[in-house]
C-alpha cells in the first residue's frame, strides 16, 4: 500500500522566552527562557516560514500601492477587485514580488500574493452589503427601486430604469425569464425579465436580485414587477425553463398570460429524465422513447401529439408513463409547437435571448464579486446593450439603397458580356 510521505513545521522544540510585567518600572521583563533548540536556527531560513510571510494589516496598504503602479490591481470604491484574466501574469508576479519585498522587508511568494487577492474579495457583511445595494440602486436617475420582505427578511431587490419601463410600455406582448448565478458574493441569483422590441432587438424590462430561486422569492419578483408597470396585463406569453416554482409565480401574477416553455430545455430534460437507469427500460426502448418524445416538441397538432402519445403507451412502459403524464402531458400546450403558435411568441421558441444576455454578464462581471460592483457592471452591460441597438435603429431609418449602381449595372454586363 502507497503510503505518502507528509511533512511539518512542528518540531516540538522546547525553547521558549517568558516575560513578565514590572509594575514599577512599566515594562516587560524576561521572566525565564530556554535557548536551546532542536532544529537549525538561521535568520534567513526564519524569514521564509509561513508565519513570517503572512501579510500583516500594515503591510496592506504598501502592497496595494505597488501593485496600483504596477497597473496591475484596481481599487474600487467598495471593494478591491482582482481579475485573473487581465490581472497578475505570471511573469509580472516575477517583478512584483521582488518589489513588495523591497517595500516590505519580507519575503513574498507567487502564491502569497494570489492569497492576499483572495482574501481582499471575501464576503463581508451580508446585510450591509444589501442596503448599499439598495441605496447605489436609488442614486441611479430615475430609477424605480422596490425591496421584497418575508418574516422581516429581505427576499428580494427589483431594479427598473427609465428605459426599461419605457420599453416594456411599448412592447408588452412576449417577455422571457431566466435566472443567472454566481454573479455576487452574497450568491444571490440575478433573475433577468426581457422583452422583443419592434425591431426585434432584445430589450431589458427589469432585473431583480433575489435570495433563492423559491416560490417566495419568485412571486415577489412578479409582484414587485407588477406593482410599478400598469402594461403587465398586455403581457400574452412568458417563455420560462422548466422550474415549476417560476411556473406558479407567473400564473399567480399574470393569470392572462400564456407560458411557453423553452423547447431546448424541454428536450435537455428529457434526454437528462428518460434514462435506462431512471425508467428501469431497456437502452432500445428509451432512444425510441427519446424519438417519440422528440417528435412531440415538434408536432404540428394536437391530433399529430396523440398519435405519437399513443405510440409511447404501446411501448408498455411503466415509469415512463408516470413520469410523462404527471410532468408533461397536463401542460402540452406549453411545449408542442402546433399549440404554441397558436399565440403570438415573435418567433421565440427557446430562452437564447436570456442566455445571450447571461453570457455577455458573466464575460464581464467575475464570479462572486462585490455585490455593489457586480451591479453597476450588470448596469453597464445593459446601458451598452442598448448603445448599440439604438445605433442599428438609426443606421436603419438613415440608409436608403443606392440606385446609382444599378442604374449602370446593366451595361457594364453588356459590355463585359465575355467576361461572365
Known sequence: ??????????????????????????????????????????????????????????????????????????????????NKKSGIFLGDK?????????????????????N?????????????????????????????????HFENEIVSVFFQDERMKKMFELYPEVMLIDATYRTNNMRMPLFVMLIVDGNGETEIA???????????????????????????????????????RNITAVKEALPKAKIQLCMFHVLQTFRREITAEKRKMNR?????????????????SEKQYFELYNELVK???????????????????MWILGLRDKHAHFFNRTNNRTEAFNGKIQSLVKKYSNIIKSFKHILYCGQYMAT?????????????????????????????????
Not at 315 to 333: A, K, P, S, V
Not at 388 to 415: E, G, W
Request: aromatic residues 10%.
Open 1 to 82: 500500500m502507497f503510503n505518502p510521505i507528509h511533512s511539518t513545521f512542528q518540531q516540538n522544540c522546547k525553547a521558549y522566552i517568558d516575560f513578565k510585567y514590572n509594575d514599577e518600572k512599566k515594562v516587560l521583563q524576561v521572566y525565564t527562557y530556554n535557548l536551546q533548540h532542536n532544529h537549525q536556527v538561521s535568520p534567513s531560513i526564519f524569514k521564509h516560514l509561513p508565519k513570517q510571510r503572512r501579510i500583516a494589516e500594515a503591510d496592506k496598504d504598501t502592497i496595494i500601492e505597488v501593485l496600483e503602479c504596477e497597473g496591475k490591481f484596481s481599487v474600487c470604491e467598495e471593494t478591491y477587485d482582482y
Open 94 to 114: 516575477k517583478i512584483l514580488t521582488q518589489k513588495i519585498q523591497e517595500k516590505t522587508g519580507k519575503i513574498i511568494l507567487r502564491k502569497d500574493l494570489n
Open 116 to 148: 492576499f487577492a483572495a482574501s481582499l474579495n471575501k464576503r463581508t457583511n451580508g446585510y450591509n452589503d444589501i442596503q448599499n445595494l439598495i441605496l447605489e440602486m436609488k442614486n441611479v436617475k430615475g430609477a424605480t427601486v422596490d425591496v421584497g
Open 206 to 244: 427589469g432585473l431583480e436580485i433575489v435570495r433563492s430561486e423559491s416560490i417566495i422569492s419568485t412571486s415577489s419578483v412578479f409582484k414587485s414587477f407588477k406593482k410599478f408597470n400598469e402594461n403587465h396585463s398586455r403581457i400574452e406569453v412568458v417563455i420560462a425553463d422548466k422550474d415549476l
Open 284 to 300: 432500445i426502448n428509451c432512444k425510441r422513447a427519446i424519438e417519440v418524445l422528440t417528435d412531440m416538441v415538434y408536432a404540428v
Open 315 to 333: 411501448m408498455d412502459e411503466i415509469l415512463l408513463m408516470e413520469y410523462f403524464n404527471d410532468n408533461w402531458h397536463n401542460i402540452r400546450e
Open 388 to 420: 448599440i441597438r439604438d445605433h442599428k435603429a438609426a443606421m436603419l431609418s438613415q440608409k436608403v439603397s443606392n440606385p446609382s449602381f444599378l442604374c449602370y449595372l446593366p451595361k457594364y454586363i453588356t459590355k463585359n458580356w465575355e467576361y461572365f
